[in-house]
């Protein structure tokens, strides 16, 4: 099909032209980053964190009046829910990965070190924590029973401590890149020996960079209820709900003076499922941005070819009088705009780039993929031809000798 006729047609109709083209290129800008966003928000929620989701629950206690002992209480607390039927390990840890709390400690690889060489996350778990968070040890081994220190609130005051320490496998690779970190020597809390490194543990929250996410350092820590969370292994993941309730009625029964939240007693799943709440709406709702501004694009390619069709009826019928046959007619259209999309989209690539680069700025954003701009335009490509067959298709059906009349 020669393109003269075309863009002879379109030169004639130039404020049109132009409004539909830009209406196409906003669209391809918009959607390309919309869906760099959507597809950021799933990879987000979708990371693993390391820990054995399917088979873990926790359970949080708040102290409304002070124990003589809080450390005796939590040890007292473990062995209750230790004995729960379908429960293979119990532990407590001043954090969890869904949870609202954040705490970071400076890791040293000098003793004298004026500035520290990293600031991570730090997870304080006492005694079966790798087995309970279903951890992997890829190098070196876990904490040994007597290395258990009880939680101390002023850690500094008993420096020299020796305390080992357990690092994720993207810490320590970052701490020694090229190195085994088993046997190096941190300075964390005194002298901390790396004992073991596991394959992945991630940060709590979520909320720093992505290459930071996979940074954490666990130290063999007793926490007291009173600053922790219970963590329970079950070995049936249908038996959670069933473990939840025993652990609450376990829980209950072992101090009066205690608040056993019933709200924050879930499954690791649960709490990831929260956590990414907001996540999730941000996906949706850009989802219904993109549906919107498609249908409004294709409403307007719609309605720019009906009017067209309208204003060239004449011309139409002469060219059906000529021998031209209703899929000549039809293909005429779908080139136009063919031609009108692929120019949007040409526009709408370079305002993608200008829209990402300042979300970069603005929100520390990666920069969006060459993969999501053939995505965005094979949309609109197939947009643009859907819109444009029913008025194309209705100008081909006209009948010849009607055109002709037609004023």
């Not at 090229?178 to 909320?207: E, H």
């Amino acid at each position: 099909m020669e393109l003269r006729p075309i863009l002879s047609t379109l030169r004639r109709h130039k404020i049109a032209t132009a409004l539909i083209v830009l209406e196409i290129a906003f669209s391809c800008a918009v959607v390309c980053n919309a869906l760099f966003l959507i597809g950021q928000r799933l990879e987000r929620m979708q990371r693993p964190t390391g820990l054995d989701e399917t088979h873990l629950v926790e359970v949080s206690v708040s102290g409304i009046a002070q124990d003589s002992d809080p450390l005796a209480v939590t040890r007292d607390d473990l062995a209750g829910l230790r004995a729960i039927p379908g429960v293979t390990s119990a532990s407590i840890i001043n954090q969890t990965v869904f949870g609202s709390s954040f705490g970071v400690t400076s890791i040293n690889l000098q003793p004298d070190q004026a500035k520290p060489t990293a600031t991570e996350t730090v997870y304080l778990g006492g005694g079966q924590i790798l087995q309970t968070l279903g951890l992997k040890v890829v190098s070196g081994r876990d904490f040994n029973g007597d290395e258990y220190r009880d939680y101390r609130s002023n850690p500094a005051s008993e420096a020299g401590s020796n305390t080992p320490v357990i690092l994720s496998q993207a810490l320590a690779q970052q701490l020694f890149p090229g190195q085994n970190a088993v046997g190096k020597t941190l300075y964390i809390d005194g002298t901390n020996p790396v004992v073991g490194v596991v394959d992945r543990l991630v940060q709590p929250r979520d909320n720093g960079r992505s290459a930071q996410y996979v940074y954490a350092v666990l130290l063999p820590t007793n926490v007291p209820y009173t600053r922790g969370t219970y963590l329970l292994r079950v070995a049936d993941p249908g038996q959670r709900a069933a473990v939840l309730t025993a652990a609450l009625d376990t829980l209950s029964k072992r101090g009066p003076t205690r608040l056993v939240s019933r709200e924050e007693a879930r499954t690791a799943e649960q709490a990831r499922q929260t956590y990414y709440n907001n996540d999730r709406t941000m996906a949706w709702l850009l989802v219904s941005v993109c549906l919107v501004l498609l249908l409004v694009t294709a409403g307007g390619i719609v309605g720019l070819t009906s009017f067209w069709v309208q204003q060239r009826t004449r011309q139409i019928g002469v060219r059906r009088a000529l021998g031209a046959t209703r899929g000549q007619i039809l293909r005429y259209f779908q080139a136009e705009n063919l031609l009108l999309v692929s120019a949007g989209i040409v526009l709408g690539m370079l305002l993608a780039f200008g829209i990402n680069q300042l979300l970069m700025s603005k929100y520390e954003l990666p920069r969006l993929p060459l993969m999501y701009l053939p995505v965005g335009a094979v949309l609109l490509w197939l947009l643009g031809q859907i819109a444009v067959f029913w008025p194309a298709r209705k100008a081909a059906a006209v009948p010849p000798a009607i055109a002709t009349r037609a004023a």
